[in-house]
């Protein structure tokens, strides 16, 4: 069968949840082979094996860390000249698309940004997009040499599969553009305790009708109460009530979590384009008219001062 890579994104070996997301994916199209780089690369391996990896290619070395993606490039591609793989899959956080892109451009071959779907296809994997500002939905395939495919978070369910995830040392020579850009310092952002925006299962939303910064606490409340982050439209950013960095929308983050909570938002084709994937999408706006109610499974018309809050003791009390 044929071996697939699946670069392993990881915190010090504990293995992110979107990677072993890419191993059910990567089950689907043949054998996941996983390439883990950094400190505690060797420590993700016993995960890694019980969701399906058969081989477990790890490095560690300086430059992981000290410089930007190049030496990671490095390694990927020594793990793809050394496995010759059907694919290659990555995830689609910022630093998995600038890897999977320099790698494409160094193997000479097509890449597909941002899957929420993969399946095997008769001449290759085929991957499902969300194009056009989420107005499409797209199965493409790459036609030109290896198909690399960066996938978004929550595209796939987690599956036990156990494996051999035999453990083997990559020989990397980095090249002369790895050291070119070194890191100078890091300020790791401030933990609000919730689960990282593109990452989470739920995300809960808030737009112009929050009206004010002081009022995003009954959406925090809301998302407190079911594990989810907070997300914010382009209009409650721009107001200053919530950081850029919660924006949801296509001058934001993208986001396709298994359940999207969109309060006070009135759906405009840039927010769609960030959550448009998402599996279930609720609405509450008090204008029966809104755009977003086009798109929803379930909707609430109503003030959401009103339903917020309600909905927020509901779930806390069961
Ligand atoms: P509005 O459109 O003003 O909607 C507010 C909604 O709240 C209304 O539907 C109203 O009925 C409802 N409401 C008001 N009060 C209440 C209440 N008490 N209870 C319940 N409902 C209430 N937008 C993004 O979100 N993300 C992006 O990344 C983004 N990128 C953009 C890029 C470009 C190039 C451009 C031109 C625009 C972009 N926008 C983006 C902006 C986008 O066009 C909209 O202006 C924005 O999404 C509107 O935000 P909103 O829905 O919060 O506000």
């Given at each position: 069968m044929?071996e697939?890579?699946?670069?392993?994104?990881?915190?010090?070996g504990?293995v992110?949840?979107p990677t072993?997301e890419l191993?059910t994916?990567?089950r689907?199209?043949?054998?996941?082979?996983?390439?883990?780089l950094?400190a505690g690369a060797a420590?993700?391996?016993?995960v890694l094996?019980?969701?399906g990896?058969?081989?477990?290619?790890t490095?560690?070395?300086?430059?992981f860390?000290?410089?930007?993606v190049v030496p990671?490039?490095?390694?990927?591609?020594?793990a793809?000249?050394?496995?010759?793989?059907?694919a290659v899959l990555?995830p689609?956080?910022a630093e998995?698309?600038?890897?999977?892109?320099r790698?494409?451009v160094r193997?000479?071959s097509?890449?597909i940004t941002?899957?929420?779907?993969l399946?095997a296809?008769?001449e290759?994997?085929v991957?499902?997009q969300?194009?056009f500002?989420?107005?499409?939905?797209?199965?493409?395939?790459?036609?030109?040499?290896?198909?690399?495919?960066?996938?978004k978070?929550?595209s796939?369910?987690?599956e036990?599969a156990?494996?051999?995830?035999?453990v083997?040392?990559?020989?990397?020579?980095f090249g002369?553009?790895?050291?070119?850009?070194?890191?100078v310092?890091?300020t790791p952002?401030?933990s609000?305790?919730?689960?990282e925006?593109t990452?989470?299962?739920?995300?809960?939303?808030?737009?112009?009708?929050?009206?004010?910064?002081?009022?995003?606490g009954i959406?925090e409340?809301?998302?407190d109460?079911?594990?989810?982050?907070v997300?914010?439209?382009?209009a409650?950013?721009?107001?200053?009530w919530?950081?850029?960095s919660?924006?949801?929308g296509?001058?934001?983050k993208s986001?396709s979590?298994?359940?999207?909570i969109?309060?006070?938002i009135?759906?405009?084709i840039?927010h769609?384009?960030?959550?448009?994937?998402?599996?279930t999408?609720v609405?509450?706006n008090k204008?029966?008219?809104?755009?977003?109610?086009d798109?929803?499974d379930?909707?609430?018309?109503?003030d959401?001062?009103?339903v917020?809050?309600q909905l927020t003791?509901?779930?806390k009390a069961?």
């Amino acid at each position: 069968m044929a071996e697939v890579l699946v670069y392993v994104d990881h915190a010090d070996g504990a293995v992110r949840k979107p990677t072993l997301e890419l191993l059910t994916l990567a089950r689907r199209i043949g054998e996941p082979v996983a390439v883990a780089l950094g400190a505690g690369a060797a420590d993700t391996a016993a995960v890694l094996a019980e969701h399906g990896a058969v081989k477990v290619l790890t490095a560690d070395a300086p430059e992981f860390t000290e410089y930007l993606v190049v030496p990671k490039v490095d390694a990927l591609q020594a793990a793809y000249d050394a496995v010759s793989p059907a694919a290659v899959l990555v995830p689609s956080s910022a630093e998995g698309k600038e890897i999977a892109a320099r790698l494409a451009v160094r193997i000479g071959s097509g890449i597909i940004t941002d899957a929420v779907d993969l399946e095997a296809g008769d001449e290759g994997p085929v991957a499902t997009q969300a194009a056009f500002a989420a107005s499409f939905t797209t199965k493409s395939r790459v036609s030109k040499g290896t198909p690399v495919i960066t996938v978004k978070p929550n595209s796939a369910p987690v599956e036990a599969a156990p494996a051999a995830g035999a453990v083997e040392a990559l020989a990397v020579t980095f090249g002369a553009l790895a050291t070119g850009t070194k890191v100078v310092s890091r300020t790791p952002r401030e933990s609000t305790g919730r689960p990282e925006l593109t990452e989470a299962a739920i995300v809960v939303s808030g737009g112009r009708g929050v009206n004010g910064a002081e009022n995003f606490g009954i959406i925090e409340a809301l998302a407190d109460s079911l594990g989810a982050a907070v997300g914010a439209s382009r209009a409650a950013v721009d107001a200053g009530w919530y950081p850029h960095s919660n924006q949801v929308g296509q001058t934001g983050k993208s986001v396709s979590p298994q359940l999207y909570i969109a309060s006070g938002i009135s759906g405009a084709i840039q927010h769609r384009a960030g959550m448009q994937t998402s599996k279930t999408i609720v609405a509450i706006n008090k204008d029966a008219e809104a755009p977003i109610f086009d798109l929803v499974d379930y909707g609430v018309v109503g003030d959401l001062f009103a339903v917020v809050p309600q909905l927020t003791e509901e779930i806390k009390a069961r």
